[in-house]
């Protein structure tokens, strides 16, 4: 069990338009999800905590403007990038915690902003 | 923040040996997780171990909390072992907030 998908895994765009990353957990509801980013051969930086029906935390530097967070459910979380810049190019995660201290990590999805 | 770091940072192996990677942590912990990421990404739950020894076949972990630091054992190491090994802390605030290490590049060569 604790399974999280993340849709779509791999994602190229134009500069200046928006992407939409999907997060779900599958097989159990997530009372809280997370959002973290990855560069090349570095560690994961959370960016957002979610909890459903309520408006996400963001970290200090994060953008809450460009990155916009929606917790619809609770198994699912969206990741929308606006405007995205190839500086925003990155490995973006999703996490779901099902209240057990233990977080389930998504397969992550790769963004290359052209 | 609290402060996570592991050692050591890149390891290589051949097939067959043990090895042990070390988390460091400089504030006391509710959670404490290790995690493999393997070659493409996906970042697997190895162990739950805010404290004491747990074995999963031929991993082993403990942490020692009261010392704040926490061991990987990673016996008659494969192949597969591949990859990346992070350790996250979380102090226990409502938000479940985890602190990453940067990780052990582990590389098991045939």
């Known amino acids: 069990g604790a399974v999280v998908s993340q849709h779509p895994s791999r994602v190229i765009c134009k500069s200046g338009t928006s992407v939409k990353i999907e997060c779900r957990s599958l097989?159990?509801?997530?009372?809280?999800m997370f959002w973290y980013r990855q560069f090349p051969k570095q560690s994961l930086m959370l960016m957002a905590t979610?909890?459903?029906?309520?408006?996400?935390?963001?970290e200090q530097g994060v953008e809450k403007d460009k990155f916009l967070i929606n917790h619809a459910s609770l198994t699912l979380s969206t990741l929308t990038v606006t405007s995205a810049h190839p500086e925003d190019s990155s490995f973006y995660i999703c996490?779901?915690?099902?209240?057990?201290?233990?977080?389930?990590f998504g397969p992550g999805t790769r963004l290359t902003v052209l | 923040g609290i402060q996570v770091e592991q050692s050591p940072p890149d390891l290589i192996l051949q097939e067959g040996a043990n090895s042990t990677l070390r988390c460091n942590f400089s504030d006391s912990v509710n959670n404490l997780q290790w995690f493999h990421q393997n070659p493409w990404g996906q970042l697997i739950n190895l162990f739950y171990?805010?404290?004491g020894t747990k074995q999963n076949g031929r991993l082993s972990a403990t942490t020692v909390a009261t010392e704040r630091y926490s061991l990987l054992y990673i016996s008659s190491s494969q192949t597969t072992d591949s990859g990346v090994y992070f350790c996250?802390?979380?102090?226990?605030?409502?938000?479940?907030?985890?602190?990453f290490g940067r990780g052990t590049q582990l590389t098991v060569w045939p």
């Open positions: 996490s779901g915690d099902r209240g057990t201290d233990t977080q389930y």
């Open positions: 171990i805010p404290s």
């Open positions: 996250a802390v979380d102090r226990g605030s409502t938000l479940g907030r985890l602190y």
């Open positions: 979610s909890n459903e029906g309520s408006k996400a935390t963001y």
């Open positions: 097989d159990f509801q997530a009372t809280t």
